[in-house]
């Protein structure tokens, strides 16, 4: 079956640090893979994608590298800053009528 | 271009009664989901709607039942409330395509006292 794992939270990082937020996941064929933010109070924003092995999604200084030989889609950025403080979820959808699983989410929390 | 728009955006109900939630899909798009997302937890699929047919369960029980209009629009209908129940109801739009980007709307909180 499908199903995605994340690193645990909370992340405390200070500002200008290097962020890493691992993600693995199981699947059956080939999945699209996703990163979505959630700031609080709200709802999901995608904040990058990749649909292929070796694709690199990127996005507001976020990148993430879809690896097949080892099932992983880690999301980094090399200088976070205080706005970048949510919640961080992995996502892939692979089944026909898309249907997306998600991981449960990691923390973070930026200081200046 | 608007967004996905859910209504209400918060909920009070009671054990045993029954709620609408209702999800207007990005324009264009003809494929609407629902998840539940429980607090400190990573949403869970309810259903999936394209074309006014139901194209997909999640593992819900048999209270929760979902309908699409004939503008793509969506209710989320819970009978029986569960104080299990309370979390926020997220609805997402896409264009149906296997494997693509879903677009999540601001989502409906519901708390069950």
């Known amino acids: 079956g499908n199903s995605v794992t994340q690193m645990e939270g909370p992340v405390t990082l200070s500002e200008e640090a290097f962020l890493t937020i691992n993600c693995t996941y199981t699947?059956?064929?080939?999945?699209?893979l996703f990163w979505y933010v959630q700031y609080p109070g709200e709802g999901l924003q995608l904040l990058l994608k990749a649909t292929k092995a070796d694709d690199k999604g990127s996005n507001k200084g976020f990148e993430a590298t879809y690896r097949k030989e080892t099932t992983s889609f880690h999301l980094e950025k090399g200088s976070v800053q205080v706005s970048d403080s949510a919640v961080y979820f992995c996502a892939l959808t692979g089944d026909n009528f898309n249907k997306f699983y998600f991981g449960s989410g990691t923390k973070l929390n930026v200081k200046p | 271009d608007a967004g996905v728009t859910q209504s209400p955006t918060h909920l009070i109900k009671t054990r045993g009664q029954q709620v609408t939630l209702r999800c207007s899909p990005i324009?264009?798009?003809?494929?609407v989901s629902w998840y539940q997302q429980v607090l400190g937890q990573g949403p869970q699929f309810i259903f999936q709607y394209y074309e006014k047919e139901e194209r997909g369960r999640g593992n819900f029980p048999d209270r929760f039942s979902a309908r699409q209009f004939p503008n793509y629009s969506s209710e989320l209908n819970v009978n029986a409330l569960l104080l299990g129940d309370s979390a926020l109801y997220l609805c997402?739009?896409?264009?149906?395509?296997?494997?693509?980007?879903?677009?999540f709307g601001p989502g409906t909180r519901l708390l069950v006292l």
């Open positions: 324009s264009g798009h003809k494929s």
């Open positions: 699947a059956t064929g080939y999945p699209s």
């Open positions: 997402a739009s896409g264009s149906g395509g296997a494997r693509e980007t879903q677009y």
